[in-house]
Each structure stands twice: as structure tokens, then as C-alpha cells.
């Protein structure tokens, strides 16, 4: 028979541990089972939280969507997008943070440390254009694409859209392997060319084209390609 929330002792139900102890005290499951709140006919709260992280591994639940957390028995569209919406929140608090301490961009390695998490664990490739005022202060983050990165994907018109708009002096192009490896391909290659032509034209320097691979990165000016 299922053992249910209200057959744990007081102080060991989640929301009550965590209003009594803070949410340090909670495991993870703890705090899984307090966001999707109740489980299904075979399994309680907490135990249907432990098959989501037997599941699922950290890296995927920093970018999971809700068609697939719905392949658990249990989990349907409120919870999904209960479980989604919280790690998403989660994830844009942590990288504000990141962005609030990193202003100015001296080198390589801070825009890697800027981007990192956020691009690290992603399943898709995203391509982001990072805008800069004349004392390489960034102005904004921009989403180019998102998807398998070829040079008909990341036209020059739309990555240089915003950096026109915005007055940018120079840009970045930053853009993660999923594969884990950071080397480029030759469709990076082609496009940072065409990129840089482009910026040339349009008297905006592009700095850098860095790629973002698990824990490592590529930067195009590090190795005189730009």
C-alpha cells in the first residue's frame, strides 16, 4: 500500500520542513515534491520527485521542456510546467547574478565566465550577439538563433540588427557545442568570415567569436582567426 504525505511524521513533510528549518535542510527530492505537490495512484510526492531525478540527469534538467517531463506516468502539463517554470526561474536568477558582477569585457575568459552556465548544458546550439559601448561596457544580450549553427542560419543582417539599433561600438558572437566539442567547423568558420566582413562594412569591430563547450572554450581571437 502507498504511504502517503500524511502518513510521515509532521516534521518530516517537505513544506513543513521547509517552513520549520529552512530550505537547506531539504533534499532534492524535498524540494521537487513541494513544487508538483502531489504524486499519483502508485506513488507518493517525494517518491515520484526521486524517479524525475533518476530520470533526468542536473544537465538535463537545466534545460528541459515540458513534453518531455510528461513521459513520466504522474506528470502531466500542470506539473510540467510547474517543474519547468521553477528551474527556468532558477536558472535566469543565477545568470543575472553572473551578468550583474561581469560589466566590462577585457578579455576572452569573461565573456566564457559570462555565458558559461548558461550555454554549457544546453541540447540545441544557441547563437548570441553580445553588444559593446566604446569602453567594451555591454550594452545587451542578443539571441541570433537558435538551432544547428550553418551560415544559413546566422545571416549578417539579423546578427548585426540590434548592434545597429543600439548604437553598439563592437560586438561578440558567442555560440555553444552541444557535442562537447569546442574546435570549430568549417560552418563556423565560414560565418565568423562573413561576419567579420560584415562588421567591417558597418564600422562595428567584431572582437571575438567564442564557442562554448562543456567546461572549455574556443576563442577565434585567441587563435588569430579574427
Same mark, same amino acid.
Given at each position: 500500500?502507498?504511504?502517503?504525505?500524511?502518513?510521515?511524521?509532521?516534521?518530516d513533510r517537505p513544506r513543513e520542513k521547509l517552513i520549520k528549518y529552512g530550505a537547506d535542510a531539504?533534499?532534492? /527530492?524535498?524540494?521537487? +515534491? #513541494?513544487?508538483?505537490? %502531489?504524486? !499519483?495512484?502508485?506513488?507518493?510526492?517525494?517518491?515520484? @520527485? $526521486?524517479? =524525475?531525478?533518476?530520470?533526468?540527469?542536473?544537465?538535463?534538467?537545466?534545460?528541459?521542456?515540458?513534453?518531455?517531463?510528461?513521459?513520466?506516468?504522474?506528470?502531466?502539463?500542470?506539473?510540467?510546467?510547474?517543474?519547468?517554470?521553477?528551474?527556468?526561474?532558477?536558472?535566469?536568477?543565477?545568470?543575472?547574478?553572473?551578468?550583474?558582477?561581469?560589466?566590462?569585457?577585457?578579455?576572452?575568459?569573461?565573456?566564457?565566465?559570462?555565458?558559461?552556465?548558461?550555454?554549457?548544458?544546453?541540447?540545441? /546550439?544557441?547563437?548570441? +550577439? #553580445?553588444?559593446?559601448? %566604446?569602453? !567594451?561596457?555591454?550594452?545587451?544580450?542578443?539571441?541570433? @538563433? $537558435?538551432? =544547428?549553427?550553418?551560415?544559413?542560419?546566422?545571416?549578417?543582417?539579423?546578427?548585426?540588427?540590434?548592434?545597429?539599433?543600439?548604437?553598439?561600438?563592437?560586438?561578440?558572437?558567442?555560440?555553444?557545442?552541444?557535442?562537447?566539442?569546442?574546435?570549430?567547423?568549417?560552418?563556423?568558420?565560414?560565418?565568423?568570415?562573413?561576419?567579420?566582413?560584415?562588421?567591417?562594412?558597418?564600422?562595428?569591430?567584431?572582437?571575438?567569436?567564442?564557442?562554448?563547450?562543456?567546461?572549455?572554450?574556443?576563442?577565434?581571437?585567441?587563435?588569430?582567426? #579574427?
Amino acid at each position: 500500500m502507498k504511504k502517503t504525505i500524511k502518513d510521515l511524521d509532521q516534521n518530516d513533510r517537505p513544506r513543513e520542513k521547509l517552513i520549520k528549518y529552512g530550505a537547506d535542510a531539504l533534499t532534492d /527530492e524535498e524540494l521537487l +515534491a #513541494i513544487i508538483i505537490a %502531489t504524486g !499519483n495512484k502508485e506513488k507518493n510526492v517525494i517518491e515520484l @520527485s $526521486k524517479e =524525475i531525478l533518476a530520470t533526468f540527469s542536473y544537465e538535463d534538467l537545466t534545460d528541459i521542456e515540458v513534453a518531455e517531463l510528461t513521459h513520466i506516468n504522474g506528470i502531466k502539463n500542470a506539473k510540467a510546467c510547474s517543474i519547468v517554470a521553477s528551474l527556468r526561474l532558477g536558472n535566469r536568477i543565477a545568470q543575472k547574478l553572473i551578468e550583474k558582477e561581469i560589466i566590462k569585457i577585457e578579455r576572452s575568459e569573461d565573456i566564457y565566465n559570462y555565458l558559461k552556465n548558461e550555454l554549457a548544458n544546453k541540447k540545441n /546550439e544557441y547563437f548570441y +550577439a #553580445i553588444l559593446l559601448d %566604446t569602453k !567594451n561596457v555591454i550594452i545587451s544580450k542578443e539571441v541570433i @538563433s $537558435k538551432g =544547428i549553427l550553418d551560415a544559413s542560419l546566422v545571416h549578417p543582417r539579423e546578427a548585426f540588427k540590434a548592434a545597429v539599433k543600439k548604437s553598439a561600438k563592437s560586438i561578440i558572437f558567442v555560440h555553444n557545442h552541444p557535442s562537447g566539442d569546442m574546435n570549430p567547423s568549417k560552418y563556423d568558420l565560414l560565418t565568423t568570415k562573413k561576419l567579420v566582413d560584415a562588421g567591417n562594412i558597418l564600422d562595428i569591430k567584431v572582437l571575438d567569436h567564442i564557442i562554448i563547450a562543456d567546461n572549455d572554450y574556443y576563442s577565434f581571437k585567441k587563435e588569430n582567426l #579574427i
